[in-house]
């Protein structure tokens, strides 16, 4: 069996990958849990490591510009201690403040069938 890598290739003008899922008091897209305040479920942030927040030079709750080959939209940022460096992460949950799919990829796994929204590349930029 062959593996191919994702579609979505990080270039320069598109270095880091952009994974989306869910957060852990969300379930499966917020329907049944969504109406629910949790302290512990954050806003719809873009997750990023403490080197890449450094490198773009914003903090916690500052905002950066994400952009793909698809579109762009504007985030907040949460930084996340252990979020690799190279990696940010998005939840699906708040299309209504941050419509994460608008950057996503539309390709799929020939195989599986399986969307790729989890191999996005970007770049961030602060705003």
Do not use: C
């Not at 191919?4 to 329907?31: I, K």
């Not at 450094?54 to 201690?81: D, F, Y």
């Not at 608008?102 to 796994?109: E, N, Y």
């Amino acid at each position: 069996m062959n593996h191919a890598g994702p579609v979505d290739e990080l270039t320069d003008d598109f270095p880091m990958r952009l994974t989306t899922g869910r957060h852990l008091e969300s379930y499966n897209t917020g329907a049944q849990t969504g109406i629910y305040d949790s302290p512990s479920r954050p806003d719809a942030t873009i997750d990023i490591s403490p080197q890449d927040a450094s490198e773009l030079g914003v903090s916690n709750g500052g905002s950066v510009r994400i952009t793909s080959r698809r579109g762009s939209i504007e985030a907040p940022v949460r930084i996340v201690g252990t979020q690799r460096e190279g990696l940010a992460f998005m939840a699906f949950h708040y299309p209504e403040l941050v419509d994460v799919n608008v950057v996503t990829i539309d390709a799929w796994d020939p195989k599986s069938g399986t969307s790729e929204f989890k191999a996005t590349a970007v770049r961030l930029e602060g705003v």
